[in-house]
């Protein structure tokens, strides 16, 4: 029986194997400087009780929703660009920025804003001479297929191994940056000693 549904999934059973190794094997090409500076950056705004700013568009919007909630979770004073409740971005705030491509209109021009205010600027994608990561004090290069061209595709498909119709549009990259971002809390909970208990207190607690 198991069999059989291998064989009626096979597209399903393909695209998920695929997608989970390209996520494993893209540790292996992450920068772990990058990752470093952009932890302490976190740490140092946690102690010096500076705000928080995610941003992303479309699935990387959502991926920065998710990260955004831990970081509350952990006691930061955190914000989502284009909710109705966002503080004033000031000098020493840190400003995540979430783009695969970089390029994304709306976020490379929040950057640019959120830079004159003397905010520190993060970017998550996948290419260094973005525009965004131009823009950037630190720059997290997270691997991934992004919806831009062939041509720049070509690091995640041939080094890291994936057929582009099992990973449609920026799926790589969002999936990545979800383990990436995911992990990163956690060491964060570990520097800032903190454990799930701590965490589960600040969680929602008028849920229907």
Do not use: W
């Amino acid at each position: 029986m198991e069999g059989d549904l291998v064989k009626n999934l096979q597209a399903f059973y393909r695209a998920y194997l695929q997608i989970s190794n390209f996520i494993s094997n893209a540790l292996s090409v992450l920068k772990l400087s990058q990752v470093e500076r952009f932890i302490d950056t976190l740490v140092k705004a946690y102690y010096n009780s500076k705000k928080v700013l995610v941003m992303g568009a479309g699935r990387s919007g959502l991926v920065g929703r998710a990260f955004a909630l831990r970081l509350k979770h952990l006691g930061y004073d955190v914000y989502v660009l284009g909710d109705t409740i966002v503080s004033p971005v000031r000098e020493g705030d840190v400003v995540v920025a979430i783009s695969g491509s970089g390029r994304t209109a709306l976020i490379v021009t929040a950057a640019e804003a959120a830079k004159r205010t003397g905010a520190i600027v993060v970017a998550i994608t996948s290419y260094i001479d973005s525009p965004l990561a131009k823009i950037a004090d630190i720059v997290v290069e997270v691997p991934g297929r992004t919806k831009i061209s062939e041509i720049e595709d070509y690091f995640a498909r041939q080094v890291l191994g994936i057929h582009e119709p099992l990973a449609p549009l920026g799926t790589l990259f969002e999936d990545c940056s979800m383990v990436f971002l995911d992990s990163v809390i956690v060491e964060l909970m570990v520097r800032l000693g903190k454990d799930e208990e701590e965490l589960r207190s600040r969680h929602a607690n008028i849920e229907v």
